[in-house]
């Protein structure tokens, strides 16, 4: 991923989904807002008890950075689950000024209308995007351990290949910043369903003297992927520690729980008849 700056705003952007000029994507870093400490500067989440104002002019300038409008913005309520919405041009600005808005127990978007913005929110879960640069398509999902578990990046791949025709060796994924494998440290709680459901599960975690075991949701994430059809050479894993990285990224688990979110955001320009190339 490249870090990029405008107007104050940093984020990151993914090489592989740079050539695609009618894509607008970006991962936020914690860089360029208004909010307070211990949200400080640009929280962009309403659920974490920052002033509700505050996150809507972080929302406005990292939009505004991206070249997009807040109005055309959607948010979902994020509960961990592998629940996919197809997002259509009459859900523009569903959860983007306050968070009652906001899709119902939703963790995964797709949508292949221009101009609609799909976004969900972090520090420490993995975000995924999605793009099938054929059919014109473009997904997120929020993948913690559980949506990671319940294969929630291979959940968005059947709702492209249902609705809109993709086929998985077309699409581009990006495994955007989280807590990385040197930090996510957990215990039979989360190892015990990892078991049930990844035959190699001991391949994709680090056994620890205490008991414990760290997790690699990057590689799980990976993996997951690949299962789903996608060739390999087409997934971008960041490999950025949000936990490690705390001067530029906000981390639950550093931060004992008192900070506040990124965001991931993708869109299709509005002129999405022109072929992208």
């Not at 793009?131 to 949506?147: C, I, R, S, T």
């Not at 989280?178 to 994709?204: A, K, M």
Request: hydrophobic share 40%; aromatic share 10%.
């Amino acid at each position: 991923m490249k870090l990029v700056e405008k107007d104050g705003v940093k984020w990151l952007i993914f090489d592989h989904f740079v050539q695609y000029e009618q894509v607008i994507h970006g991962f936020s870093t914690r860089i360029g807002g208004v909010s307070d400490i211990p949200f400080a500067t640009l929280n962009l989440a309403f659920h974490v008890g920052d002033d509700p104002g505050s996150v809507v002019e972080n929302r406005r300038r990292f939009c505004q950075a991206l070249g997009l409008d807040l109005a055309d913005l959607t948010a979902g309520e994020q509960v961990h689950s592998d629940k996919i919405r197809v997002v259509i041009g009459q859900d523009r600005g569903c959860g983007a000024v306050d968070y009652d808005t906001a899709f119902s127990g939703t963790d995964g978007f797709v949508t292949d209308e221009p101009g609609v913005v799909l976004s969900s929110y972090y520090a420490d879960c993995v975000p995924l995007y999605i793009l099938d640069p054929e059919q014109q398509v473009v997904g997120l999902a929020h993948g913690g351990w559980k949506g990671t578990i319940m294969r929630i990046g291979a959940r968005i791949i059947e709702k492209m290949v249902e609705q809109f025709q993709t086929k998985p060796e077309d699409c581009l994924i990006g495994i955007g910043p989280s807590i990385g494998p040197c930090c996510y440290e957990v215990d039979r709680h989360v190892i015990t369903p990892l078991q049930q459901e990844f035959v190699n599960w001991f391949e994709l975690v680090e056994e620890k003297e205490n008991g414990r075991w760290n997790l690699d949701l990057w590689k799980t994430n990976y993996q997951v992927f690949l299962e789903a059809g996608v060739n390999p050479a087409n997934i971008e894993v960041s490999g950025l520690c949000t936990s490690c990285n705390t001067e530029l990224f906000f981390s639950h688990r550093a931060e004992d729980g008192k900070t506040g979110r990124m965001a991931s955001i993708i869109a299709l320009e509005p002129k999405k008849q022109q072929e992208i190339s």
